[in-house]
């Protein structure tokens, strides 16, 4: 799912192109004040918002519920996550894109950064849940190890 509330507004030569995947989180709440900063000081971004949601895989749960019924599922799930991050991003007056994906959250974001030819990503350094980063790995740490272009994490 990709949307946006207005294309960002070109400037002579190249936007930078920043990832910013949330998940709810303090640390992507002060990821996201991290980048508003910084786009004031530096100029406008070309900014995408990105919510990974975790794919239902249970074989119980496709019993009842079609494929569209869980696609609507997980864009109401994502779009839940965003709607704090766009308002915030709109009372700034800056322009972004937001996109909802699904899949496993680090290899998601580092395929989503590479296909799309990021410059740059920013995220928190951890998610919602300590203990899923204690018994899978951080999921920033992950995405850094995946990625060859800069990533700046955010406490």
């Not at 000081?41 to 869980?70: C, K, M, N, W, Y």
Request: glycine fraction near 8%; charged fraction near 25%.
């Amino acid at each position: 799912m990709r949307k946006s509330r207005k294309p960002a507004k070109q400037r002579p030569g190249k936007m930078t192109k920043v990832l910013l995947p949330v998940d709810g989180s303090d640390c992507s709440d002060r990821a996201l004040h991290y980048l508003i900063q910084l786009s004031a000081a530096q100029g406008p971004f070309e900014i995408h918002l990105l919510s990974v949601q975790i794919p239902i895989e249970s074989g119980h749960a496709r019993l009842f519920a079609t494929d569209a019924e869980i696609d609507a599922y997980h864009r109401d799930e994502g779009m839940k996550v965003l709607k704090p991050y766009l308002q915030k991003l709109e009372a700034a007056g800056i322009d972004y894109d937001y996109h909802v994906l699904v899949g496993h959250v680090s290899l998601t974001i580092a395929r989503f950064a590479k296909e799309q030819k990021f410059d740059k990503v920013v995220m928190g350094t951890h998610g919602r849940s300590g203990l899923t980063n204690l018994l899978m790995g951080s999921v920033a740490q992950n995405v850094v190890r995946r990625l060859k272009i800069p990533v700046a994490l955010v406490k």
